[in-house]
């Protein structure tokens, strides 16, 4: 039994629907016949059951994974890279090995580095010493910046002199050096240390205090040693070049006199590359190595570390997001362009289809 | 008495001969009631049936039933009809002069009195139509609206206003 409007339809013509309902006309038996040979003379296949693909829950579901995966890859990525993995304070030396130094460092030009730095951690964290080791085949400019803290101003002043002691004992020399005793006691030492006692010299410089920060600069001096030692080759064969035609004793005096000009020429140029190349080695047999000994903490280090570069792994979320950012966007924009059009279009549609069913109702209306 | 829907042997796989069998009786009332003509409904029902042979491989169980799917094919046959006898009526300049019919035995069924008979003939086919879908068929409100393209509420709605149209025209016959 229904209730509601039906309910009331029925009570209301209960007898009405009784006497239409036993009235209901059937079918001649010539009607049947008809319908039967139609239905049996004519090759009648079966429904093509159409295997419906439920688009309607993918098309839920897959946005919905999208949207997972593009929350969890802006997590990701919004996370800080130099300290996201782990606790500053916990965090443990890494120790690059040689092959990915090599991979990271720039084969031949001298305007390319590699920079390693940790950043300072939060007050009263300590960085755990880890020096990216010098490449001994190659030349290089090494510098290192360490942060120490020291615990009493009065251990500022021990300590600067056991730097330099070390400095010394490494084979190396002290470049500058300034302290200050206050309340809070500072000391900055540059010292110059061969590149073969570096690790050792960091090592030892860190274990002067807690390591605060650390960062080390690469950068490859073999190139342009390399074109220094061509072009002197250059200019030795041509003042040989020179030497020899002086030599000839049948040389006019006016080529005489240009040859010896041309030498007199050759000759300083051989001596300016020599120096700049003896420099250049100098530099590369050296590293520089910058050590600031404090008893303040390291939220107040003045010197900026720049982050970490990112990974591979956030490299490419970064990219992803990117590229699925601009996808985006041009999916909005088009959208915002199209959806003018895609309403007139949807609004003709439905007043199409009010039209053909208002037509059909009057034509039954008109029928009668 | 009930407006509940009828149950039928629906859905399942079934050949187009099984389901004409089942159906005919429900799509020949449909189409007697929409027409008010048993002859032209005959017809109608042999030619949507035919239709309905060469559409049989579209026929999809889980969307509709066999009988709805039938009905809404005689439905269309049925307004097609109405549109080419509209145009041509139109076109000879008879449509003013449209003879009544006369037919010896009650249009829309034996069982049915004569002044039942008459007041249905008196109804428009839209009325008739909703009347056979609802009353006849015994189909249920939504698939009604949905084979008519309207609301569940316009349907009952329709259907409450076509009885009561029904009713005044059965008494006011019996009072003529």
Redesign the interface.
């Known amino acids: 039994?229904?209730s509601g409007?039906?309910g009331?339809?029925?009570e209301?013509?209960?007898e009405?629907?009784?006497?239409?309902?036993?009235?209901?006309?059937?079918?001649?038996p010539?009607?049947?016949e008809?319908?039967?040979a139609?239905?049996?003379t004519?090759s009648?296949?079966?429904?093509?059951r159409?295997r419906?693909f439920p688009w309607r829950r993918t098309l839920a579901l897959g946005t919905v994974s999208a949207l997972a995966a593009g929350v969890v890859a802006l997590a990701v990525v919004s996370v800080d890279p130099g300290s996201g993995e782990q606790p500053a304070g916990e965090r443990e030396a890494i120790t690059l090995p040689e092959a990915n130094l090599d991979r990271f460092a720039p084969r031949s030009s001298g305007q390319e580095s590699v920079t390693r730095a940790q950043k300072a951690p939060s007050a009263g964290r300590a960085v755990a010493p880890s020096a990216l080791p010098p490449t001994q085949k190659r030349l290089q400019d090494y510098r290192a910046d360490l942060r120490v803290q020291v615990r009493r101003p009065g251990q500022v002043a021990s300590a600067t002199s056991r730097a330099m002691r070390i400095t010394r004992s490494l084979g190396g020399y002290i470049v500058s050096a300034s302290y200050a005793r206050g309340k809070q006691g500072d000391s900055t030492l540059v010292v110059r240390v061969p590149v073969d006692k570096v690790q050792d010299a960091i090592l030892r410089f860190s274990q002067l205090g807690t390591l605060l920060s650390q960062r080390i600069e690469i950068q490859d001096l073999q190139g342009g040693v390399n074109r220094q030692s061509d072009r002197i080759a250059a200019l030795r064969t041509s003042i040989a070049s020179v030497e020899a035609g002086l030599r000839d004793p049948e040389l006019t005096a006016e080529e005489r006199t240009r040859l010896t000009a041309r030498l007199g020429d050759l000759r300083p140029q051989l001596a300016t590359r020599l120096g700049a190349r003896a420099a250049t080695v100098r530099r590369g047999r050296l590293s520089r190595v910058s050590l600031t000994l404090t008893t303040r903490e390291a939220a107040a280090a003045p010197a900026p570390v720049p982050p970490a570069p990112p990974g591979q792994f956030e490299e490419t979320l970064r990219d992803a997001v990117s590229v699925l950012g601009k996808v985006v966007g041009w999916l909005l924009y088009a959208v915002i362009v199209a959806s003018p059009f895609l309403a007139l279009v949807l609004g003709a549609a439905l007043l199409e289809?009010w039209r053909r069913?208002r037509g059909?109702?009057a034509?039954?209306?008109?029928?009668? | 008495m009930s407006l509940s829907p009828r149950p039928t042997l629906e859905t399942g796989t079934t050949s187009f001969a099984a389901a004409a069998e089942a159906h005919l009786e429900d799509v020949h009332a449909y189409l007697v009631y929409l027409t008010g003509d048993r002859c032209l409904a005959e017809d109608l029902t042999a030619a949507a049936f035919e239709k309905a042979l060469s559409l049989w491989r579209r026929f999809d169980p889980r969307r509709a039933s066999a009988r709805t799917w039938l009905c809404q094919i005689a439905r269309t046959v049925a307004l097609d009809h109405f549109r080419s006898e509209e145009r041509r009526r139109r076109r000879e300049g008879v449509y003013a002069a449209r003879e009544p019919r006369e037919e010896p035995e009650p249009t829309f069924g034996q069982g049915l009195s004569p002044a039942l008979d008459e007041a249905l003939g008196a109804l428009s086919p839209a009325d008739r139509e909703i009347i056979a879908l609802r009353v006849l068929l015994e189909l249920d409100a939504s698939t009604v609206a949905r084979l008519l393209g309207i609301s569940s509420t316009a349907c009952t709605t329709r259907l409450s206003r076509a009885l009561h149209r029904l009713e005044e025209r059965i008494s006011h016959d019996v009072r003529a």
């Open positions: 039994m229904t409007p039906e009331k339809v029925e209301r013509f209960d009405l629907l009784a006497q239409l309902r036993a009235g209901r006309p059937a079918p001649s010539a009607l049947r008809r319908v039967a139609i239905a049996t004519e009648s296949p079966e429904p093509v159409r419906t289809r069913r059909d109702l034509l039954l209306e008109r029928a009668s």
